[in-house]
């Protein structure tokens, strides 16, 4: 590496989520650094109530063998979406584990990216949605996410 590039910088706020992800996933697998900020404004398309019936469906998968095998399930905003961008990896191979590794994603804008330039995620905008929605800080709040300060 002769050059270090600079990251990519996010604003998740109004976006939709799956369409970020995506998004972040396709550029971590280019070998870029990925960073989003303002994760808990990101929205998730559908009604809040089958949204939060999902979300409290896949909470009871648990397991009957030792805990450390069970799955864990995220309740913060920002964990939540690194979760759904680790699901458009290919987390089990080093491409993916190592993709995973240049991404990182915060609840609110840290002090050092705060007067830079953010990236604009084509076509991901929650204003072109015409159905309702819920934040994923929404979210977060239904499913007993301790995330506000």
């Known amino acids: 590496m002769s050059k270090q590039q600079q990251p990519i910088i996010i604003d998740a706020s109004n976006l939709v989520?799956?369409?970020v992800a995506?998004?972040?996933a396709k550029h971590a697998l280019q070998g870029e650094e990925v960073i989003v900020f303002n994760a808990e404004n990101a929205v998730i398309s559908g009604t809040k109530a089958n949204i939060v019936e999902e979300a409290m469906r896949?909470?009871?998968t648990r397991t009957l063998a030792?805990?450390?095998k069970a799955p864990t399930h995220?309740?913060?905003?920002?964990t939540y979406m690194r979760r759904v961008i680790r699901g458009m990896m290919p987390r089990k191979?080093?491409?993916?584990?190592?993709?995973l590794r240049r991404v990182q994603v915060f609840t609110g804008v840290p002090e050092e990216y705060r007067d830079k330039p953010t990236v604009k995620v084509p076509d991901a905008e929650a204003s072109k949605l015409r159905?309702?929605?819920i934040t994923v800080g929404e979210l977060s709040?239904?499913?007993g996410g301790p995330w506000k300060e």
């Open 74 to 78: 995220p309740r913060r905003p920002d």
């Open 131 to 133: 159905c309702h929605y």
């Open 58 to 60: 896949r909470l009871k």
């Open 66 to 68: 030792a805990q450390y």
């Open 93 to 99: 191979k080093p491409k993916g584990r190592n993709a």
């Open 22 to 24: 995506s998004f972040v």
């Open 141 to 143: 709040d239904e499913i």
């Open 17 to 19: 989520l799956g369409r």
